[in-house]
C-alpha cells in the first residue's frame, strides 16, 4: 500500500529583511501565498534579519527575530556586540550538532532558545527569495556571510529540509568566503536561482547537484489595488509620465556623478518630451536607507523641478505595484521597480547596481535597456531614454508576449520546492528503515 505523504505543519520563512523595503515585502508576499497553495494546513513563522515588535505579522504570518537580528541589534558596542555574534553563532551550532549526536539538550539562553524551538518544530524551511547571499568590501562586513549562513547550517544539523527560494548568489570578496558558502549551500535541499550570471557563479564553485533554475518570485505579485496616479498627484494628463526609482550606492563622488546624471538627463526629457517626472520610493527604512532622501537630493539638482513629483509618504508593496501600472516609462535603479513596471508592460531602462538587474533584463532579451550605475552618464541616460521612446509602442508590444510565458514559468519554483520536500521526506524515511 502507498504510504501516505507527510505534509509539513510548521515552516520557518527566514533570511526576511523589512517591509519597507517594498522589494522584499513582494518576494515574502509571493511566498507566503505560494506556500499556502502547496500546504494549507501548515502554520508558517517569519524570521526577520530586523527588529521586530511584540505580536508583530506580515499579511497574517507572526513575524518573530532571527539569530541575525539579536547580533546585529542586541548590544550597541561594537566590542561587545561581536563577542556575542560569535558566542550566539558557536553555541547554537553546538547545540545542533550535540542534540543530533545524542538527542540531549544542552542549555542555552532564553531568547536564542525561543528561536531554537522555532527550528526543532519546524518540518521546512525556506529562505525568503533575494539576492543577500554575497559579500561586501570593508572589515565590518566580514561578518555578514557567516551570520547569513549560520541558520542555514543550524537548520542543516537538526535535519531540517531547507529550499532557498529564487535566489542569487555572490559576489564574494575571497577565497575563504567562498568555501563557507560552498560548504554550507551543499547541504542544503534545494536552491533555486533566479539568473544565470549566479547558476554560471554556482557551477564555478561545484555547486550543481541541488540548483535548479528559477525565476524571481517579484513576477509574480498582483497589486490588490488600483490607482489613478494623475488623479492622486496631480499630474496632467497632456504629460508623458516618467517613473524614477533611485538609490544610494557608490560612495562619495561616485554617487553624487550618478545623481546628477539622472538629474541632467530628466532635465532633458522635460525639455524635449514634455515628461512629468515622478519619483518613487521603493525603499523606505526608517535606519540606513531611504529612496525619498536621494529622490529629493535629485530633484534639487534638476532645474525643471516644476515638472516633478516626489511621493513623500510609505506606500506598502501592492500599492507600490499599482503605482507603475500608471507609468508610460521607467528609468530604475531599484531591481524590483523595474521588475514591477514589466509586468505592468510598461518599458523600461534599468540603471544596474548589481548583475541580478542584467542577468533578468537578459533572460527577457532586453540587454539594450541596461546600463551600469558607475556608466550612468548624463549623455548615456539621456542616449537611452531617447531610443526607448522613439521604440516605446515596440517595447510595450514586445512585453504583452514575452511577459506572460516569463511568468508562467515564475510559478514552477513551487512546484519544484514541493517535489524537493517530499523527496526529502521519502530519503529520509528510506534511510531510517535501511
Given at each position: 500500500?502507498?504510504?501516505k505523504?507527510h505534509t509539513?505543519?510548521?515552516?520557518?520563512?527566514?533570511?526576511?529583511?523589512?517591509?519597507?523595503?517594498?522589494?522584499?515585502?513582494?518576494?515574502?508576499?509571493?511566498?507566503?501565498?505560494?506556500?499556502?497553495?502547496?500546504?494549507?494546513?501548515?502554520?508558517?513563522?517569519?524570521?526577520?534579519?530586523?527588529?521586530?515588535?511584540?505580536?508583530?505579522?506580515?499579511?497574517?504570518?507572526?513575524?518573530?527575530?532571527?539569530?541575525?537580528?539579536?547580533?546585529?541589534?542586541?548590544?550597541?558596542?561594537?566590542?561587545?556586540?561581536?563577542?556575542?555574534?560569535?558566542?550566539?553563532i558557536?553555541?547554537?551550532?553546538?547545540?545542533?550538532a550535540?542534540?543530533?549526536?545524542?538527542?540531549?539538550?544542552?542549555?542555552l539562553?532564553?531568547?536564542?532558545?525561543?528561536?531554537?524551538r522555532?527550528?526543532?518544530?519546524?518540518?521546512?524551511?525556506?529562505?525568503?527569495g533575494?539576492?543577500?547571499?554575497?559579500s561586501?568590501?570593508?572589515?565590518f562586513?566580514?561578518?555578514n556571510?557567516?551570520?547569513?549562513?549560520?541558520?542555514?547550517?543550524?537548520?542543516?544539523?537538526?535535519?531540517?529540509?531547507?529550499?532557498?527560494?529564487?535566489?542569487?548568489?555572490?559576489?564574494?570578496?575571497?577565497?575563504?568566503?567562498?568555501?563557507?558558502?560552498?560548504?554550507?549551500?551543499?547541504?542544503?535541499?534545494?536552491?533555486?536561482?533566479?539568473?544565470?550570471?549566479?547558476?554560471?557563479?554556482?557551477?564555478s564553485l561545484?555547486?550543481?547537484?541541488?540548483?535548479s533554475r528559477?525565476?524571481?518570485?517579484?513576477?509574480?505579485?498582483?497589486?490588490k489595488?488600483?490607482?489613478?496616479?494623475?488623479?492622486?498627484?496631480?499630474?496632467?494628463a497632456?504629460?508623458?509620465?516618467?517613473?524614477?526609482?533611485v538609490r544610494?550606492?557608490?560612495?562619495?563622488d561616485?554617487?553624487?556623478?550618478?545623481?546628477?546624471?539622472?538629474?541632467?538627463?530628466?532635465?532633458r526629457?522635460?525639455?524635449?518630451?514634455?515628461?512629468?517626472?515622478?519619483?518613487?520610493?521603493?525603499?523606505?527604512?526608517?535606519?540606513?536607507?531611504d529612496?525619498?532622501?536621494?529622490?529629493?537630493?535629485?530633484?534639487?539638482?534638476?532645474?525643471?523641478?516644476?515638472?516633478?513629483?516626489?511621493?513623500?509618504?510609505?506606500?506598502?508593496?501592492?500599492r507600490i505595484?499599482a503605482?507603475?501600472?500608471?507609468?508610460?516609462?521607467l528609468?530604475?535603479?531599484?531591481?524590483?521597480?523595474?521588475?514591477?513596471?514589466?509586468?505592468?508592460?510598461?518599458?523600461v531602462?534599468?540603471i544596474?547596481?548589481?548583475?541580478?538587474?542584467?542577468?533578468?533584463?537578459?533572460?527577457?532579451?532586453l540587454?539594450?535597456?541596461?546600463?551600469?550605475?558607475?556608466?550612468a552618464?548624463?549623455?548615456?541616460?539621456?542616449?537611452?531614454?531617447?531610443?526607448?521612446?522613439?521604440?516605446?509602442?515596440?517595447?510595450?508590444t514586445?512585453?504583452?508576449i514575452?511577459?506572460p510565458?516569463?511568468?508562467?514559468?515564475?510559478?514552477?519554483?513551487?512546484?519544484?520546492?514541493?517535489?524537493?520536500?517530499?523527496?526529502?521526506?521519502?530519503?529520509?524515511?528510506?534511510?531510517?528503515?535501511?
Amino acid at each position: 500500500m502507498k504510504q501516505k505523504r507527510h505534509t509539513p505543519k510548521h515552516i520557518i520563512i527566514s533570511h526576511v529583511y523589512s517591509s519597507d523595503n517594498k522589494g522584499d515585502a513582494a518576494l515574502t508576499s509571493v511566498l507566503i501565498s505560494d506556500l499556502k497553495s502547496k500546504f494549507p494546513d501548515a502554520a508558517m513563522t517569519i524570521l526577520r534579519l530586523e527588529p521586530v515588535k511584540k505580536d508583530s505579522f506580515f499579511e497574517g504570518v507572526p513575524e518573530k527575530p532571527s539569530f541575525m537580528s539579536y547580533a546585529l541589534n542586541r548590544y550597541k558596542n561594537p566590542v561587545i556586540k561581536l563577542a556575542y555574534t560569535f558566542y550566539m553563532i558557536s553555541a547554537t551550532l553546538i547545540y545542533a550538532a550535540w542534540l543530533r549526536a545524542t538527542g540531549y539538550h544542552l542549555y542555552l539562553p532564553r531568547h536564542m532558545y525561543s528561536i531554537v524551538r522555532l527550528y526543532e518544530q519546524a518540518d521546512l524551511i525556506v529562505p525568503v527569495g533575494g539576492g543577500y547571499i554575497r559579500s561586501r568590501k570593508g572589515l565590518f562586513n566580514r561578518l555578514n556571510i557567516p551570520l547569513l549562513l549560520h541558520p542555514l547550517f543550524f537548520g542543516y544539523l537538526l535535519g531540517k529540509p531547507t529550499v532557498l527560494y529564487s535566489q542569487s548568489i555572490g559576489p564574494f570578496q575571497n577565497k575563504f568566503e567562498k568555501a563557507m558558502v560552498v560548504f554550507v549551500l551543499k547541504r542544503m535541499t534545494l536552491i533555486l536561482l533566479r539568473e544565470d550570471t549566479s547558476l554560471a557563479l554556482s557551477k564555478s564553485l561545484g555547486l550543481t547537484h541541488n540548483v535548479s533554475r528559477a525565476i524571481d518570485a517579484g513576477f509574480l505579485l498582483c497589486s490588490k489595488d488600483a490607482i489613478n496616479v494623475r488623479s492622486s498627484y496631480h499630474i496632467p494628463a497632456d504629460r508623458l509620465l516618467i517613473g524614477v526609482t533611485v538609490r544610494a550606492w557608490l560612495k562619495g563622488d561616485a554617487q553624487k556623478k550618478y545623481e546628477k546624471a539622472v538629474a541632467k538627463s530628466l532635465d532633458r526629457l522635460i525639455e524635449t518630451a514634455s515628461a512629468h517626472i515622478i519619483f518613487i520610493p521603493q525603499v523606505t527604512a526608517s535606519k540606513g536607507d531611504d529612496d525619498r532622501l536621494i529622490s529629493r537630493r535629485v530633484q534639487g539638482l534638476m532645474n525643471h523641478k516644476h515638472a516633478v513629483t516626489c511621493i513623500s509618504d510609505t506606500p506598502d508593496h501592492h500599492r507600490i505595484k499599482a503605482l507603475y501600472d500608471g507609468l508610460d516609462m521607467l528609468l530604475g535603479t531599484r531591481f524590483h521597480s523595474v521588475i514591477f513596471s514589466l509586468t505592468s508592460h510598461v518599458p523600461v531602462v534599468a540603471i544596474e547596481y548589481e548583475h541580478k538587474t542584467s542577468g533578468i533584463m537578459h533572460d527577457l532579451g532586453l540587454d539594450q535597456w541596461v546600463i551600469k550605475i558607475e556608466d550612468a552618464t548624463t549623455e548615456k541616460l539621456t542616449s537611452l531614454i531617447r531610443q526607448l521612446l522613439e521604440q516605446r509602442d515596440t517595447y510595450h508590444t514586445y512585453l504583452r508576449i514575452r511577459l506572460p510565458s516569463y511568468v508562467k514559468e515564475a510559478r514552477q519554483s513551487i512546484v519544484k520546492l514541493e517535489r524537493s520536500f517530499y523527496k526529502a521526506n521519502e530519503d529520509s524515511h528510506d534511510s531510517r528503515a535501511f
